[in-house]
Nanobody
Framework: QVQLVESGGGLVQPGGSLRLSCAAS????????MAWYRQAPGKERELVAF?????YYADSVKGRFTISRDNAKNTVYLQMNSLKPEDTAVYYC???????????????WGKGTLVTVSS
């Protein structure tokens, strides 16, 4: 099996920074893509950024957030700068992982980490 564990969330003032981490472990043959989603209270989960064959950012975070990966550690990071109250959400990590060369990649999700931006 595969597990994703996020860390790095917390309370930060507007204009501040946080760095989220998500480490994948378990039966991993290859990781096709790693992504960050977020879900604010009362809203649907939305894609924030992904890193795979290409890199994508939602318009709302372009220029403020940076996604990066450490493939040796099976870890993805999200550096969040110039945080705004509207960035408050539970941030989830998702990865597309193959456990064997014989099987297609499957989606795995972490349990989320809460980011609160407030003065």
């Amino acid at each position: 099996q595969v597990q994703l564990v996020e860390s790095g969330g917390g309370l930060v003032q507007p204009g501040g920074s946080l760095r989220l981490s998500c480490a994948a472990s378990g039966s991993i043959f290859s990781i096709k893509l790693m992504a960050w989603y977020r879900q604010a209270p009362g809203k649907e989960r939305e894609l924030v950024a992904f890193s795979g064959a290409s890199t994508y950012y939602a318009d709302s975070v372009k220029g403020r957030f940076t996604i990066s990966r450490d493939n040796a550690k099976n870890t993805v990071y999200l550096q969040m700068n110039s945080l705004k109250p509207e960035d408050t959400a539970v941030y989830y990590c998702k990865a597309q992982i193959s456990s064997s060369r014989y099987f297609d990649a499957m989606d795995y999700w972490g349990k989320g980490t809460l980011v609160t931006v407030s003065s």
